[in-house]
């Protein structure tokens, strides 16, 4: 394994016109030299040069027009794993041309989601000719509340509408040929937000909102200001009076909130990608920096305490990797009947973005005051890195909805036996609850075929969780079912395959084997002292539920991974080494909420582990760290 290189990326993976485009961004942004990058940064001078090559190049119109509306480009297609190619070289180069590439695939969202044929045509021939696009939907006022939006249409005597309010922090807001704005009519009541998280809404209490498309050139469209100091332009505007026609409207009623709901399901996977490539830079720095920096008669990556920093941060690097290469190819081979993506594109956005805070932050401590000199990458890195897991939904709204999933993905309808674990007493010893789990996990998987064929209504709970292997997905295809996801709810119903058997076989791995033993006694505590009803309710406490649970799929995908590229045992150990530590952690947080019960407390003890340590695996994984020093710094 290794990180990304700009002299020796081939794209190998991909079609020849993808490798073109992929090399010619690269190409564009070495050219260009660092001192230019860093200029452009520090005075924030919009990227008019860097839009000018995508117009030229057409990579935008060629990576995001589905291929619906690709006309005789054959090129042209909606294709994951190559945007997310691209969205780790615009991380890698800097977080302000991630996010205006970023933005655009929000604002299209909506739009490409529409059954609105005259505005997608428009889209498709506006993104040809080199334009960018917005998406609509923050408010100052109400933030993620999106109910209680305050952009107001008033209906038109002749048809149509006029929209009056306020939108904020809306990437691309200054120049983008359409954005797609959320909002409701005047004429229709709004939901009750504070009613709405105890019990849902009908569809009949929806349907006064929209989704319509607004150009930032109208007379009618106050740009108001840049919100953030920075390169990008992050717009407050107004709409005073802004004429919205039937052809302007992408969603009407429930649709709408889909629309939005989904549009972030695509756009929240590629913030992971970003975090990815502003790391791998970063580290490039950091490495040549320490490698080569002698103090007391040593070089800095010598000493003890950076021998560890850069180990860990180079592992939890390509554990970042591992993970959202797979998690590329759940989210390729999504269909109605398998939405497991939901869950992986959350901790894709969630978790990979925090693991790459975590890496800057350690990373830090390697490069020292080097770090924040005027000439290096880092500074941009460490403001991006701070700012990603905040983007798209915060890191709680994410981890409020990975836990819906919690419940399906820890307890397969096969180990049903399971459920016996809450009658144990809550003093019971933890090797009787480590036996019992066990005992009653292999059983149950065993029993399952037998009790399918018995009881009907087992089959078809079987059937459900029966998902064929997701296979690695970097073919030339389009990706059309991103633009249908349907209803963004029923999420506890989805079904996942069971999660134990990939770590089985990683079980040679030592420290895989520790953290498989921390996962099953968390399956065990979840049975036991399953989370009370008031416990349900207190987000704090979940959170630290939380990351016990999205601390599994996010190893399970890095193995699935890792089988694939047959990746170095040393470098696996090394990273469940730190999975081990940080499962341990969450573990005591959890034990030492005020709100946990007594069984839940004691049971959380159970989790804690130590990993086992390896000085041979150590300096292994150290050593290919190491030997990235001197193997790329962008040009001056």
Same mark, same amino acid.
């Given at each position: 394994?290794?990180?990304?290189?700009?002299?020796?990326?081939?794209?190998?993976?991909?079609?020849?016109?993808?490798?073109?485009?992929?090399?010619?961004?690269?190409?564009?942004?070495?050219?260009?030299?660092?001192?230019?990058?860093? /200029?452009?940064?520090?005075?924030?001078?919009?990227?008019?040069?860097?839009?000018?090559?995508?117009?030229?190049?057409?990579?935008?119109?060629?990576?995001?027009?589905?291929?619906?509306?690709?006309?005789?480009?054959?090129?042209?297609?909606?294709?994951?794993?190559?945007?997310?190619?691209?969205?780790?070289?615009?991380?890698?180069?800097?977080?302000?041309?991630?996010?205006?590439?970023?933005?655009?695939?929000?604002?299209?969202?909506?739009?490409?989601?529409?059954?609105?044929?005259?505005?997608?045509?428009?889209?498709?021939?506006?993104?040809?000719?080199?334009?960018?696009?917005?998406?609509?939907?923050?408010?100052?006022?109400?933030?993620?509340?999106?109910?209680?939006?305050?952009?107001?249409?008033?209906?038109?005597?002749?048809?149509?509408?006029?929209?009056?309010?306020?939108?904020?922090?809306?990437?691309?807001?200054?120049?983008?040929?359409?954005?797609?704005?959320?909002?409701?009519?005047?004429?229709?009541?709004?939901?009750?937000?504070?009613?709405?998280?105890?019990?849902?809404?009908?569809?009949?209490?929806?349907?006064?909102?929209?989704?319509?498309?607004?150009?930032?050139?109208?007379?009618?469209?106050?740009?108001?200001?840049?919100?953030?100091?920075?390169?990008?332009?992050?717009?407050?505007?107004?709409?005073?009076?802004?004429?919205?026609?039937?052809?302007?409207?992408?969603?009407?009623?429930?649709?709408?909130?889909?629309?939005?709901?989904?549009?972030?399901?695509?756009?929240?996977?590629?913030?992971?990608?970003?975090?990815?490539?502003?790391?791998?830079?970063?580290?490039?720095?950091?490495?040549?920096?320490?490698?080569?920096?002698?103090?007391?008669?040593?070089?800095?990556?010598?000493?003890?305490?950076?021998?560890?920093?850069?180990?860990?941060?180079?592992?939890?690097?390509?554990?970042?990797?591992?993970?959202?290469?797979?998690?590329?190819?759940?989210?390729?081979?999504?269909?109605?009947?398998?939405?497991?993506?939901?869950?992986?594109?959350?901790?894709?956005?969630?978790?990979?973005?925090?693991?790459?805070?975590?890496?800057?932050?350690?990373?830090?401590?390697?490069?020292?005051?080097?770090?924040?000199?005027?000439?290096?990458?880092?500074?941009?890195?460490?403001?991006?890195?701070?700012?990603?897991?905040?983007?798209?939904?915060?890191? /709680?709204?994410?981890?409020?909805?990975?836990?819906?999933?919690?419940?399906?993905?820890?307890?397969?309808?096969?180990?049903?036996?399971?459920?016996?674990?809450?009658?144990?007493?809550?003093?019971?010893?933890?090797?009787?609850?480590?036996?019992?789990?066990?005992?009653?996990?292999?059983?149950?998987?065993?029993?399952?075929?037998?009790?399918?064929?018995?009881?009907?209504?087992?089959?078809?709970?079987?059937?459900?969780?029966?998902?064929?292997?997701?296979?690695?997905?970097?073919?030339?295809?389009?990706?059309?079912?991103?633009?249908?996801?349907?209803?963004?709810?029923?999420?506890?119903?989805?079904?996942?395959?069971?999660?134990?058997?990939?770590?089985?076989?990683?079980? /040679?791995?030592?420290?895989?084997?520790?953290?498989?033993?921390?996962?099953?006694?968390?399956?065990?505590?979840?049975?036991?002292?399953?989370?009370?009803?008031?416990?349900?309710?207190?987000?704090?406490?979940?959170?630290?539920?939380?990351?016990?649970?999205?601390?599994?799929?996010?190893?399970?995908?890095?193995?699935?991974?890792?089988?694939?590229?047959?990746?170095?045992?040393?470098?696996?150990?090394?990273?469940?080494?730190?999975?081990?530590?940080?499962?341990?952690?969450?573990?005591?947080?959890?034990?030492?909420?005020?709100?946990?019960?007594?069984?839940?407390?004691?049971?959380?003890?159970?989790?804690?582990?130590?990993?086992?340590?390896?000085?041979?695996?150590?300096?292994?994984?150290?050593?290919?760290?190491?030997?990235?020093?001197?193997?790329?710094?962008?040009?001056?």
């Amino acid at each position: 394994m290794t990180l990304f290189n700009p002299k020796t990326c081939e794209f190998a993976e991909f079609d020849g016109e993808t490798r073109r485009l992929l090399r010619a961004t690269v190409d564009w942004f070495e050219t260009r030299g660092k001192t230019a990058l860093k /200029h452009d940064d520090r005075e924030r001078i919009w990227y008019s040069e860097f839009l000018d090559f995508v117009k030229r190049e057409r990579v935008f119109a060629t990576f995001l027009t589905p291929a619906a509306l690709a006309g005789d480009d054959p090129n042209k297609r909606w294709d994951t794993a190559r945007i997310a190619m691209l969205s780790k070289i615009l991380g890698f180069y800097g977080m302000s041309y991630w996010y205006v590439w970023q933005v655009t695939i929000l604002g299209l969202g909506p739009i490409w989601q529409s059954d609105n044929a005259k505005a997608k045509a428009k889209a498709a021939a506006l993104l040809d000719s080199g334009e960018i696009f917005a998406f609509g939907l923050s408010e100052k006022e109400h933030g993620a509340d999106v109910y209680s939006t305050d952009m107001v249409l008033e209906p038109a005597p002749g048809g149509g509408y006029t929209a009056t309010g306020a939108k904020h922090y809306i990437g691309n807001g200054n120049l983008a040929a359409m954005v797609s704005v959320f909002g409701r009519r005047a004429d229709k009541p709004i939901i009750d937000s504070a009613a709405a998280l105890d019990r849902a809404p009908t569809p009949e209490n929806y349907e006064g909102y929209l989704f319509f498309v607004a150009d930032s050139g109208h007379e009618n469209y106050r740009l108001r200001r840049n919100v953030v100091d920075s390169q990008m332009y992050v717009a407050a505007f107004d709409l005073e009076r802004y004429p919205v026609a039937e052809d302007d409207i992408l969603h009407r009623g429930e649709a709408a909130f889909h629309a939005a709901m989904n549009t972030v399901n695509v756009g929240k996977f590629n913030l992971g990608f970003g975090a990815i490539g502003a790391c791998e830079h970063a580290f490039h720095e950091a490495i040549n920096h320490a490698e080569n920096r002698i103090l007391f008669g040593h070089r800095v990556t010598e000493f003890p305490q950076v021998r560890a920093l850069v180990t860990d941060s180079y592992a939890r690097l390509l554990g970042m990797r591992l993970y959202s290469e797979r998690a590329i190819d759940y989210l390729r081979s999504a269909s109605p009947e398998d939405r497991r993506y939901l869950l992986f594109n959350a901790i894709e956005k969630m978790s990979v973005t925090r693991q790459g805070q975590r890496v800057i932050e350690d990373l830090a401590d390697v490069i020292a005051a080097r770090g924040f000199e005027n000439d290096m990458y880092f500074p941009m890195a460490m403001l991006g890195l701070f700012g990603l897991p905040r983007l798209e939904g915060t890191v /709680h709204v994410n981890m409020a909805l990975s836990l819906k999933f919690m419940a399906n993905y820890m307890f397969h309808p096969s180990d049903a036996g399971l459920a016996a674990l809450r009658y144990l007493p809550a003093a019971a010893p933890a090797g009787a609850v480590r036996a019992a789990s066990g005992a009653l996990s292999w059983s149950s998987r065993r029993l399952a075929p037998r009790a399918s064929f018995a009881v009907p209504q087992l089959r078809s709970e079987f059937d459900r969780a029966r998902h064929p292997v997701v296979p690695t997905r970097r073919d030339a295809a389009d990706d059309e079912f991103l633009f249908r996801q349907g209803p963004s709810s029923g999420l506890g119903r989805i079904r996942f395959r069971d999660w134990r058997p990939v770590f089985e076989r990683f079980a /040679h791995v030592p420290n895989v084997a520790v953290f498989l033993e921390q996962a099953l006694a968390f399956q065990s505590l979840l049975a036991a002292a399953a989370p009370t009803a008031a416990q349900q309710r207190d987000v704090d406490f979940l959170f630290a539920v939380g990351e016990l649970f999205t601390a599994l799929p996010y190893a399970q995908l890095i193995l699935e991974q890792a089988e694939i590229e047959g990746t170095e045992t040393a470098v696996l150990d090394q990273i469940f080494d730190g999975f081990v530590r940080e499962f341990s952690k969450h573990a005591l947080t959890l034990h030492t909420k005020p709100t946990a019960t007594k069984p839940q407390q004691i049971r959380a003890l159970d989790l804690v582990r130590r990993p086992i340590a390896d000085p041979i695996r150590f300096e292994q994984v150290l050593t290919q760290a190491r030997a990235h020093a001197g193997q790329y710094e962008m040009r001056p």
